[in-house]
């Protein structure tokens, strides 16, 4: 008797988690990012000020596993965009539910908005999202930040503590923020800048029963960043600082 395709479950946090599972079934170094990989690792982001809905999926793959994620997304019934694809398909993939009630967008090796976070050799960890480090990362990257990115980043960092070193997978490794940091300088000011942010916005709306005290999270990262080595093209790019602008304003990209 042969078994049925998996069909699209009717909660989106389900559907990823089932989608998760079929991917490290297979071995695929495939992570789901964005607001339901939050939601997946940070209990405080389920309650309170900072809980909200969820209308898509987001993945990032390695390039030479895309064909056979996309045969899982396939199989599970979703519909691939196909002029879309066929279009930006060697760095993103778009894919849709049959009945519209969300999508799964798809970043190949990298993720590009503000800045670029080189993903290769870090979708293989354990647990179904990013690493915690990359998870941060993926917020503090974006320039035109809004409440969301924050909400995320403060119930983060409430949830999970920080480690010099590299992660056991539920602690957010220093080393691999420093590392991405510390090669680029447009980034690094970026990320200073919108920890600042998080730091006023978990004052001003407090998590209660908090893992960890996020303004003390934030300075550890803080200080972790001003400590670890940088480049010489950082250095370099750091004594032109804002005279030239440095982060991306990514367009929307319609569907």
Same mark, same amino acid.
């Given at each position: 008797?042969? @078994? $049925?395709?998996?069909?699209?479950?009717?909660?989106?946090? #389900?559907?990823?988690?089932?989608?998760?599972?079929?991917?490290? &079934?297979?071995?695929?170094?495939?992570?789901?990012?964005?607001?339901?990989? +939050? /939601?997946?690792?940070?209990?405080?982001?389920? $309650?309170?000020? +900072?809980?909200?809905?969820?209308?898509?999926?987001?993945?990032?793959?390695?390039?030479?596993?895309?064909?056979?994620?996309?045969?899982?997304? *396939?199989?599970?019934?979703?519909?691939?965009?196909?002029? +879309?694809?066929?279009?930006?398909?060697?760095?993103?993939?778009?894919?849709?539910?049959?009945?519209?009630?969300?999508?799964?967008?798809?970043?190949?090796?990298?993720?590009?908005?503000?800045?670029?976070?080189?993903?290769?050799?870090?979708?293989?960890?354990?647990?179904?999202?990013?690493?915690?480090? %990359?998870?941060?990362?993926?917020?503090?990257?974006?320039? *035109?930040?809004?409440?969301? #990115?924050?909400?995320?980043?403060?119930?983060?960092?409430? %949830?999970?503590?920080?480690?010099?070193?590299?992660?056991?997978?539920? @602690?957010?490794?220093?080393?691999?923020?420093?590392?991405?940091?510390?090669?680029? /300088?447009? +980034?690094?000011?970026? &990320?200073?800048?919108?920890?600042?942010?998080?730091?006023?916005? &978990?004052?001003?709306?407090?998590?209660?029963?908090?893992?960890? %005290?996020?303004?003390?999270?934030?300075?550890?990262?803080?200080?972790?960043? *001003?400590?670890?080595?940088?480049?010489?093209?950082?250095?370099? =790019?750091?004594?032109?600082?804002?005279?030239?602008? /440095?982060? *991306?304003?990514?367009?929307?990209? =319609?569907?």
């Amino acid at each position: 008797m042969t @078994e $049925s395709p998996p069909r699209i479950l009717a909660d989106i946090r #389900d559907e990823a988690s089932s989608i998760a599972a079929e991917v490290a &079934a297979g071995g695929l170094p495939a992570r789901l990012l964005g607001g339901v990989a +939050f /939601w997946l690792r940070c209990p405080s982001v389920r $309650s309170g000020p +900072f809980a909200r809905d969820y209308a898509d999926l987001d993945f990032a793959v390695s390039k030479p596993a895309s064909q056979r994620f996309r045969a899982i997304l *396939e199989g599970r019934g979703y519909l691939p965009d196909k002029f +879309f694809n066929g279009l930006h398909g060697a760095t993103r993939l778009y894919y849709g539910a049959p009945d519209g009630q969300w999508s799964v967008d798809i970043v190949i090796d990298e993720l590009t908005m503000s800045h670029r976070l080189d993903l290769r050799g870090q979708l293989g960890g354990p647990g179904p999202t990013l690493s915690l480090a %990359d998870l941060l990362l993926t917020k503090l990257q974006v320039w *035109e930040v809004n409440r969301k #990115d924050l909400g995320d980043t403060v119930c983060l960092l409430a %949830d999970h503590g920080v480690t010099a070193g590299p992660s056991d997978g539920e @602690e957010i490794s220093l080393a691999r923020v420093t590392a991405v940091l510390g090669t680029d /300088w447009g +980034f690094c000011h970026t &990320a200073e800048r919108n920890l600042g942010k998080v730091a006023e916005l &978990a004052a001003a709306e407090p998590l209660p029963g908090a893992g960890h %005290d996020v303004a003390a999270q934030v300075r550890a990262v803080q200080a972790a960043i *001003e400590a670890a080595p940088k480049s010489r093209s950082w250095r370099m =790019r750091s004594r032109i600082g804002e005279r030239v602008k /440095w982060y *991306e304003t990514p367009e929307e990209v =319609r569907h």
